[in-house]
């Protein structure tokens, strides 16, 4: 178990440059904790985030996450995951959003195979509801996504 806590500045970048500026006005906080629990052939894991902009125009996010692992046989792996994200705007910026494009809600399945301990191949199946990470022509949104990821993951 995990918890972690940050309440500063964010540093503004300009031309690739730090810069001051209105600092003042953009003091955020941001708290996250994780969760992992295995036992035998089964992972549990769980994150949450939540990061608000304290000063000047509000705007809070709120993100958790969730996931079960089976070890199934020998490198095959069953994987299924939830996650959430809301995003608020209270500003008059926000009444431009629909309600749609400050959420995102995941559910998805995948098979993972492990050549090794640091190289693993993934194939998943994700449902999507919300537009809070994808992007469309306005005016035709898209509330549901369906996608499938095909990838590779791997550590020195």
Request: net charge negative; hydrophobic share 40%.
């Amino acid at each position: 178990f995990s918890l972690a806590s940050y309440l500063g500045n964010p540093v503004k970048f300009i031309n690739g440059l730090p810069t001051d500026g209105d600092e003042i006005h953009n003091i955020h906080q941001a708290i996250n904790a994780h969760a992992e629990y295995q036992v035998d052939k089964f992972t549990l894991r769980s994150e949450y985030q939540y990061m608000a902009k304290i000063h000047g125009e509000d705007v809070t996010f709120e993100g958790l996450y969730g996931e079960f692992v089976w070890n199934f046989l020998g490198p095959f792996e069953f994987v299924a995951q939830l996650n959430s994200a809301v995003v608020n705007f209270n500003t008059s910026f926000a009444r431009y959003l629909d309600e749609m494009d400050r959420k995102h809600s995941e559910s998805a399945f995948g098979l993972n195979y492990w050549f090794n301990p640091g190289f693993v191949l993934k194939a998943s199946y994700h449902l999507i509801e919300g537009n809070l990470y994808s992007h469309y022509e306005w005016p035709d949104t898209k509330p549901r996504t369906r996608a499938v990821f095909i990838g590779t993951q791997f550590s020195f």
